[in-house]
């Protein structure tokens, strides 16, 4: 059984940083791909950011430069530090753990809010 249970989310106010985890159990989590998505009010779902099993990393443009994912495949979790954030940055953050096309999971989701 997959579990993905993501951690980190909350309020913060504009220029903030917060750091999203996301613990990964069910799987060899070194073979998958992760990657973090949001979806805010309204809105479909978009990718943030990627890291795959070589950790090679693609990010959303709007967060380049700003968020950085990566994973300690000792821990099964996958981080995604978020520095400068903005109000448009506010959504519900989802980690999702993939291989390939043989199947995709997600987690749950974590609420993150950037007040102005």
């Known amino acids: 059984q997959v579990q993905l249970v993501e951690s980190g989310g909350g309020l913060v106010q504009v220029g903030g940083s917060l750091r999203l985890s996301c613990a990964a159990s069910?799987?060899?989590?070194?073979?998958?791909?992760m990657a973090w998505y949001r979806q805010a009010p309204g809105k479909q779902r978009e990718l943030v950011a990627a890291?795959?099993?070589?950790?090679?990393?693609n990010y959303d443009d709007s967060v380049k430069g700003r968020f950085t994912i990566s994973r300690d495949n000792a821990k099964n979790t996958v981080y995604l530090q978020m520095n400068s954030l903005k109000p448009e940055d506010t959504a519900v953050y989802y980690c999702?753990?993939?291989?390939?096309?043989?199947?995709?999971?997600w987690g749950q989701g974590t609420q993150v809010t950037v007040s102005s």
């Open positions: 069910g799987i060899i989590f070194s073979i998958n791909d």
């Open positions: 999702k753990v993939r291989r390939g096309a043989r199947y995709a999971y």
């Open positions: 890291i795959t099993s070589d950790g090679s990393t």
